[in-house]
T-cell receptor
């Protein structure tokens, strides 16, 4: 089955700095890669995703890049703010197929200091 | 904006008791999922459900677990005889049908914290 590795496990940055979280996946059939933000006591919130036919996607301060050859995808947050502090999970799935279950990475705790 | 809702937010039960966790998926979604997250660990897939049947389940989803869509809006997870190791946060998620825009995205509910004592 799919295996998703995520690092770093914790990331501390100063407000205004950029943050990068990296994930690798094992199943070359995976074609959909979402990122979730989880705040304390809440469910995972989808913040951005990318499909395998695209190399990069951007939404305001957040961007995701995908390297299918290396089976590697990354989340980039620019101009970080204290409210960005949360746990971020990457995931992989076979997207639109019936077997579209998400396999998650272990999460990255992002701490943004004012 | 439509949301996935879950009840209760916190359930405390004694070992060996049955629990039912409830979810109301987003109204036009047709794929439903249960995931769990043991404290401090990653989110793990339990089961997916489509067209009134299980489409996939993980090794975690053994005979003690069952799912049901008893009516047009609710989706439930039942644990027949809870164990201490079932203590976790349980998340329901839903997804639109294939062929429609946004069919890849899974939206999660706020979770039910299950504590087995």
């Amino acid at each position: 089955g799919e295996n998703v590795e995520q690092h770093p496990s914790t990331l501390s940055v100063q407000e205004g700095d950029s943050a990068v979280i990296k994930c690798t996946y094992s199943d070359s059939a995976s074609n959909y890669f979402p990122w979730y933000k989880q705040e304390l006591g809440k469910g995972p919130q989808l913040i951005i995703d990318i499909r395998s036919n695209v190399g990069e996607k951007k939404d305001q301060r957040i961007a995701v890049t995908l390297n299918k050859t290396a089976k590697h995808f990354s989340l980039h947050i620019t101009e970080t703010q204290p409210e960005d502090s949360a746990v971020y999970f990457c995931a992989a799935s076979k997207g639109n197929s019936g077997y579209s279950t998400l396999t998650f990475g272990k999460g990255t705790m992002l701490l943004v200091s004012p | 904006e439509p949301e996935v809702t879950q009840t209760p937010s916190h359930q405390v039960t004694q070992m060996g008791q049955e629990v039912i966790l409830r979810c109301v998926p987003i109204s036009n979604h047709l794929y439903f999922y249960w995931y769990r997250q043991i404290l401090g660990q990653k989110v793990e897939f339990l089961v997916s459900f489509y067209n009134n049947e299980i489409s996939e389940k993980s090794e975690i989803f053994d005979d003690q677990f069952s799912v049901e869509r008893p009516d047009g809006s609710n989706f439930t997870l039942k644990i027949r005889s809870t164990k201490l190791e079932d203590s976790a946060m349980y998340f329901c998620a839903s997804r639109r049908d294939r062929g429609l825009p946004g069919t890849y995205e899974q939206y999660f509910g706020p979770g039910t914290r299950l504590t087995v004592t």
